[in-house]
């Protein structure tokens, strides 16, 4: 007997609701077959059979609350009875659309990581003496990503002698690979799509008849020259600050001695900011479709040798709807393809339906929901919705099905993991060794640039503040209060909670959604699509929620960050003055509106 427990399903996710359970008692499977739906409040996923049998037992029911760990189904495969599934081919299988999962349970594993708890006491191994070191440091950064950087330049502002090590790039995935380049790119799409839909609406005439068109060559030089400028900044902060740099590959011999390039250093303090790169589907076809080129991750795409006729996108997450809209104003044909019954699930509802039309009217973007992929066939995605076989054929497909942790060096120092590779810490950054840290996406919390780089605020203070330097603030990560954006056209920027998950809380809200078609910068931009969503506390006014998609979402959604830090209430963001003619007035409106109970201006 098999017994089937529920899996990390990676985010550092910890339980889920069953959405829907797909098989019944007695019902023959195949390993792979579906058997339930989850939901959670980052992803929805579909869990496959780790083996075939006979449903033995069904132990949830929809709606249920799952914790990672349960056993949920039992399959009679005609073997003796099995704690829990293997573990999946890949380590770190990410969440979106069918991926497969690490079906292990995790272990316990002392306190959740969001939480402080004082570090736990090293298990192995002790430190050894070495004899041949080559300079010592009171904080030594592993990884000059925004996270690394970041720490590296406050600890040394705060009084303490610090190395960083970096083995590929300074600024790391954010500024090489991630957020600046896609901006960069995305910034091309909007000004063409402006350009080719826009310009004769306002009063631009072109001279010739022809057809605008992009230079792709020259986009990507634009791009680089982008990413050159801010990494070379990087560099030059870093010694301006005094910290020491070593490029090459860091690894830990003990949590005080690291190596890099054959030599030794030894530090008081090591903070972990290895980072994360594209996860990979382990289905067939797909090493081969990797080896062929067809099938690329959100690096390669960013320097493809011209701009594709037609793009398949697995995953309807963030990085694959950034990318798909990119291409989509770009002119080519996107096809998406999401596990899940809805592309970008963790965002509001609203956000996500005014999303999906866009992206089909708009970009004629085709997304397949609720599809399992199967395999890659030469140019072609083999998915299947409802048992029904379907393919996809494209010039390139982009694999974005999320990113794993980087812990390669840091392997035999007793650092406690959870089953994801995540490196374990609390609010500080502290983890289970005493003096080691981790922040960034290696931790997995929210794996986004302004999180990392918080983070390294926050654990550079903690440090300092050990060490008695007299700058240092006693401050930690709330990871409550982090916004998050979607630089997609149009934008899409959010913080806090979503109304579905304030109904399934069961906790009270009053809401208001304020048109951007009602904005008088919007009718003079020419650009009127979406609204402000504030979710607020009926009684008490506190933000629970906003929710902003259109032009400028992103910049907007600072104004509530800052709200709910001042712990503001709607009361104070409908009195602050908002300048008109902007699209923030929408702000002010829709706080209005649940301040008095009655719009202004609709
Ligand atoms: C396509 C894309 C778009 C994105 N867009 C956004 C966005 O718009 N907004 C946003 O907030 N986030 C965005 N992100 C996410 C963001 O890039 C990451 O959250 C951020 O880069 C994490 O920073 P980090 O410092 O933790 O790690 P990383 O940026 O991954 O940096 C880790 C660094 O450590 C180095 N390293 C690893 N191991 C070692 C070792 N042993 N020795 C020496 N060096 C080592 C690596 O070379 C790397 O430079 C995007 C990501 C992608 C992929």
């Known amino acids: 007997m098999f017994k089937v427990k529920f899996a990390d399903i990676g985010e550092g996710l910890t339980e889920g609701k069953v959405a829907e359970v797909l098989v019944k008692l007695g019902q023959e499977i195949k390993e792979g077959d579906a058997l339930f739906f989850v939901e959670t409040d980052k992803v929805n996923s579909e869990i496959p059979a780790p083996v075939g049998g006979k449903i033995a037992k069904v132990l949830i029911s929809e709606g249920q609350e799952i914790k990672v760990g349960d056993v949920v189904i039992e399959i009679d495969d005609g073997s003796a009875t099995v704690e829990a599934a293997p573990a999946a081919e890949e380590e770190n299988a990410s969440v979106v659309g069918s991926t497969p999962v690490s079906n292990d349970l995790i272990p316990s594993r002392g306190p959740a990581p969001t939480q402080n708890v004082a570090a736990q ?4 191994p002790v430190a050894t003496k070495h004899t041949d070191i080559e300079e010592s440091f009171d904080v030594i950064v592993v990884g000059a990503g925004i996270g690394g950087y970041v720490s590296a330049i406050k600890t040394a502002q705060l009084g303490l002698k610090t190395l960083i090590i970096e083995k590929q790039y300074y600024g790391g995935v954010c500024l090489n690979v991630g957020c600046i380049p896609t901006k960069s790119l995305l910034r091309t799409a ?6 080719v839909h826009k310009a004769a609406n306002l009063g631009i005439d072109m001279k010739t008849k022809d057809e605008p068109s992009i230079n792709w060559n020259k986009a990507l030089e634009r791009k680089d020259g982008v990413v050159n400028k801010l990494t070379g900044g990087v560099k030059v902060l870093l010694t301006k600050n005094g910290v020491k740099q070593i490029i090459g590959e860091a690894s830990a011999l003990d949590k005080n001695t690291i190596s890099v390039n054959g030599k030794k250093y030894h530090c008081d303090n090591l903070i972990i900011a290895s980072g994360s790169v594209p996860n ?27 701009i594709p006729k037609t793009l398949t996108v697995i995953g309807g997450g963030v990085i694959g709807i950034e990318f798909g809209c990119l291409f989509a104003a770009l002119g080519t044909k996107v096809t998406v393809i999401e596990g899940a019954p809805k592309i970008l699930p963790m965002l509001d509802q609203d956000v996500t339906a005014l999303m999906t039309k866009t992206l089909k009217e708009k970009y004629k973007i085709e997304i397949f929901t609720n599809a399992k992929v199967k395999e890659v066939k030469g140019k072609s995605v083999v998915f299947e919705i409802d048992g029904k076989e379907q393919t996809v054929k494209s010039d390139y497909c982009l694999e974005s099905i999320g990113r794993k942790t980087v812990t390669k060096g840091f392997d035999g120092i007793g650092l406690e993991l959870s089953e994801r590779k995540s490196i374990i ?7 289970n060794l005493e003096g080691v840290y981790a922040i960034g996406d290696v931790t997995s919390k929210i794996m986004l640039a302004h999180v990392a780089s918080h983070a390294g605020i926050v654990t550079a203070n903690r440090i300092a503040l050990k060490a008695n330097k007299p700058e240092a603030h006693d401050i930690k990560m709330d990871y409550s209060k982090i916004p998050s954006c979607i630089y997609s056209h149009p934008e899409i920027a959010m913080i806090g909670k979503t109304e579905q998950q304030l109904k399934e809380e069961g906790i009270e809200y009053k809401t208001f959604k304020f048109p951007f078609a009602a904005i008088g910068k919007a009718l003079a931009d020419d650009d009127t699509t979406g609204f402000v969503k504030i979710i607020c506390e009926p009684k008490y006014k506190t933000l629970l929620g906003a929710h902003i998609i259109g032009n400028r979402a992103t910049d907007m959604i600072s104004e509530f960050t800052t709200l709910i830090e001042c712990e503001g209430t709607i009361t104070e ?29 609709l």
Do not use: W
């Not at 006491?121 to 192995?124: G, I, K, L, N």
């Not at 909007?190 to 350009?195: L, Y």
């Not at 810490?425 to 983890?431: L, M, Q, R, V």
């Open 121 to 124: 006491p090293t298990p192995t």
């Open 190 to 195: 909007k000004v063409f799509e402006d350009i």
């Open 280 to 306: 990979e589907l382990p289905l067939p076809g797909f090493a081969e479709g990797r080896e062929s080129g067809f099938l690329i991750d959100s690096t390669k795409i960013l320097s493809l040798p011209k």
């Open 425 to 431: 810490a609390n609010d500080y950054g502290e983890t």
């Open 573 to 601: 963001l409908a009195r602050a003055i908002h300048p008109h003619p902007t699209m923030s007035e929408a702000i002010g409106e829709a706080a209005e509106a649940l301040e008095s109970g009655k719009s202004l201006n």
